[in-house]
């Protein structure tokens, strides 16, 4: 099985920076699902599809959202540096073999080996706490400074934070497990796990459309992401540095439970208020279709603004919060019963930005003030990790930092 | 959208008792995924196939198993049969609909609205403790009685158990969840969740073959399941009476964790020994392939047998249980950590049965003594549930026991 996205070169996927990444980005968002359309005739077209671990940028961030996800944090057990460096080397070769399909190695416990790669994708972080641990203080981007305590949090610090973070999609929930058990059995004696989460997206095939997300409230969810084609979005999503760290971003991540009951007692003219879109397709309450630019200044006939002053997408607008913007890819979660009898269900928000200060931050500050969305949600996990560059075959996540 | 199999008739689906009940049997399993074939060239094939909710047998029994499951119990809230009666037929239409791709009706909270049906499955129980809630003692099925108390069990009773129980499967897990949301509602005043999980099998088109369940420890699991074209199929799953439950079947749930931590550390000879096939691709190891008929007599060169005598297919084997079989639709779960850093993960094992006394429950006393799989297994939850016959058009579930 080749390591390449079929359909698209390796080149192209890897892309270099500028111009030729946005190229590379697009590859990368379109390539993954766009393989399977050729083979579509064979059963396994949703099984083969490959995603190159190796880049510019490391898998994970631009792809499509996979129908499964698994998040996990680990904590060093130990403060040695070499320990850990051997770890993200193993991880990295890991990772690779397994999303061109291939068996972790040889003494591993094989669990979906009759599957392919299922578009599988393994993404690695860094928490602030690491950086102490192993004594690089020095080297910690500023920009990894702890997240602010926003009003209304209710954070558990147990499934918060983390000195290692890991992303793991795949569109077979099988095939994202047993990505998850070979890394935890290779962390072993150097890291375990500090929480772990699982979430899901839409399987490929399901709707009828190149869509965008659909969360838990049935809203549409993601369509203001910064578009890969776009001049800026390189700038939006990857920083620049400092150092080892240039080419990689910042992913924060927040457990949202929603309050399911309350919300769907909401009348839906109501909850499009709340929103500031259509649930039927995500159009904006200012008119068009779902990628029709938001209108902000439109007012109805009646002089009342089309799109309510505290609706969530006038408050989270990049226009309210002097550009900011951010790549959301967030997957549902559901946990079985709450004691209170209710679901424990929402969103696993995770949003990936070149500096939180210039994107989850501001945004986040005004939508705890005044977002009407915001009394159906409930920040209960929290995280703030940095996302090293891409490996280069041979090379390993977080080279830069650890061999430096 | 039509309700029918595409490729099968829908007289062929809804079949009649005997050879007809077998073949409609059979149409039944291959039909909800052979039914992607044809147009697998369009994009949303897996949203558009769509599984028929009326007929002999309720539906989510001989089907493939989806890629999600939602699990549930209910209680009712008061002791009100015409109540109940009310919302079965409620749940019933909504059923119908929601499998046929429709809206569950003008008030109901769209959550999934994009996607087709994506196999959707409804499928309802009765528990024991019903009976006694709405006043029918006297119709209670004598095979309703509670399962014995097995070694090792460690039940959460909060987690088992229930007046209602309902299976919701679907290719796609936000279509899943839309359709507990709709009956979680329309159940208000008149039954509450007791529990809730959720679990996963493949997604179709991850694996190249027609393939039997992996569950989270790798192996496959499902091959000695009764096959519907086998004369005696119907008699094994299917009940004969008494009266309102005739087609009906007994369905036992159990909630088993994985010791997975512990499996791992056995090496793939020895766990294929403990289990008696073969992991990487099901054979057993009296040698083979998957399908070939297990031999428990044979016996290596060595005189040793070559499925160890306490070996899980052995123990489990129909020859080993005067003939007890059942037909296993378990699906993997995985909720996050447990207070001791394991993962909560493994099996929600589901089997349908015409008598668990001829099926789970002398399966079960054997494995629970003799199965070296045992010591990696805990059984946590526990649930018995009479599925009713299926309902035909216009009619509702439970409809002979409620209007009788």
């Not at 190229?23 to 699902?33: D, I, N, Q």
């Not at 981007?141 to 499934?159: G, I, Q, T």
């Not at 700038?235 to 991540?253: H, L, R």
């Not at 705890?368 to 929290?382: C, K, P, Q, T």
């Amino acid at each position: 099985m080749s390591g390449s996205v079929q359909g698209f070169s390796r080149r192209a996927v890897l892309g270099g920076a500028g111009a030729g990444l946005a190229a590379g980005a697009t590859a990368g968002v379109l390539g993954g699902r766009a393989a399977a359309t050729p083979a579509a005739s064979a059963p396994p077209a949703l099984g083969r599809t490959a995603v190159p671990f190796h880049g510019t940028h490391q898998a994970g961030i631009l792809q499509p959202q996979q129908a499964r996800v698994q998040l996990a944090a680990f904590d060093l057990t130990g403060g040695d540096r070499s320990a850990l460096r051997q770890l993200m080397k193993r991880w990295s070769d890991t990772a690779a073999r397994l999303t061109r399909g291939e068996p972790a190695g040889d003494h591993e416990n094989q669990i979906a080996t009759d599957a392919g790669p299922c578009a599988l994708t393994v993404t690695f972080g860094f928490g602030s706490s690491l950086f102490d641990r192993i004594g690089l203080t020095a080297q910690r981007p500023p920009a990894l400074a702890p997240l602010p305590a926003f009003p209304e949090d209710a954070l558990d610090r147990a499934r918060s934070d983390g000195d290692l973070w890991v992303q793991i999609g795949a569109d077979d929930a099988l095939v994202a497990f047993h990505a998850l058990r070979v890394l935890q059995q290779q962390a072993a004696g150097t890291a375990s796990l500090r929480w772990q989460m699982s979430g899901f997206s839409r399987t490929p095939g399901a709707t009828d459309r190149a869509m965008t997300g659909r969360n838990l409230m049935g809203q549409v969810d993601g369509t203001n992401n910064p578009k890969p084609d776009t001049p800026d979005f390189a700038a939006k999503v990857f920083t620049d540095g400092p150092g080892w760290s240039a080419g990689g971003s910042y992913v924060v991540f927040r457990r949202i439970r929603m309050l399911l009951d309350n919300w769907e007692n909401l009348p839906t003219d109501r909850q499009e208020r709340v929103i500031g879109r259509r649930k039927s397709d995500g159009a904006p309450l200012s008119g068009g279709t779902e990628s029709t630019p938001v209108d902000l200044a439109k007012q109805n006939p009646d002089g009342i603004l089309a799109i309510p002053a505290d609706a969530h997408i006038r408050v989270a607008a990049p226009a309210s919060n002097g550009g900011a913007a951010m790549l959301r890819r967030g997957f549902s979660y559901q946990d079985g019963l709450l004691p209170d009898g209710s679901l424990d269900a929402g969103l696993l928000f995770l949003a990936f930005q070149a500096d939180p200060a210039r994107g989850f931050v501001p945004v986040q500050r005004r939508l705890a003030r005044g977002d009407s969305l915001s009394r159906f949600l409930r920040h209960e996990a929290s995280g703030l990790y940095v996302v090293p560059p891409g490996a280069a075959e041979g090379g390993y996540v977080g080279q830069g930092l650890l061999d430096g």
